[in-house]
């Protein structure tokens, strides 16, 4: 039901805002990725900006060091899509001399450039809640603020879902990293609203305990990130669904025998894609070229890409390998 709404609402804003279809499963071009990304960071940044505002003077009201937190933690959203935002618009910068493939992994920079930000916050706000822990300083309670933190979970734990939605449609992992964020922040607003009820009970150092779990969370969420962004950056071994697709797309062509050694070299929205295709020896050498040709351009229609697919010859008439994708 909760999934259903989320795509209801994804594609609302993508046909009303964008002006795009919704009905599509992914978005390859890159201006269509650049405008996806856009309205994901747009929605976090204006969001998060005036949950920020609130949470931080609602924490300086109450003297909550975790609900400062979760609000600074939040006006980190904002930094975060705001790097987003930037990595996507220079990812869009056409390809130089220097970067014959493009700028798209700018956009794992930015991923990483988050994870840093996200990191060191996490740090800072473990210190602070460590000293209150100590000292037991007094925090006022109110029911009231516990209820608006509740309801800002909601609203973070729909903005993430919304960010994964996104993400998967054009395969940007710097958006699913971006959700991942507003995931912890959401649970983060569940453990401040306990926290702020228990001081209204006297348990002071409840609300340092929660910050100091605020903090951890904000931490393995900067850690994962960095850990994915660098994996990005060295160069992951392609997706399964991506490799298949691929070789569903050669095998639609006939006198394909067997297509094997898929290799994706991925640079954001662009890829560089090698792969081997046998084909019927029967096959003359011009026809086999004009074959590979074909099959080329029907990939790069299907993904924002270049290819080049080396022939092998075979003897084998039967595409008994086509079996193997089932």
Known sequence: MLDKIIKNTTD???LKILKLDPAKEKYTKPDERK???YLESWVSIVGNFFLSIIKILLGMILNSISLIADGIHTASDVLTSVAVLLGFKFSAVPPDEKHPYGHGRIEFLASLLIALLLTVVGFEFGKSSYERFIANEKVAGSYLVAFFMLVSAIFKEWMSRFSIE???RISAQALIADAWHHRTDAIASV????????????YYKVDAVFGFLVSALIIYTGTTMAYESCSKLIGEIAQEEMIKEIQETAYLFPHVVDVHKVFIHDYGAYKEISMHVVLNHELTFFEAHELSEKIERQIEEKIHCNVTVHVEPSYV????????LD
């Open 166 to 168: 996104l993400g998967n």
């Open 12 to 14: 609302f804003f993508i």
């Open 317 to 324: 008439k039967n595409d008994t390998n086509r079996e193997n």
């Open 191 to 202: 453990l401040v609203a306990v926290a702020i009820i228990s001081s209204k009970y006297g």
């Open 35 to 37: 405008k996806i990304a």
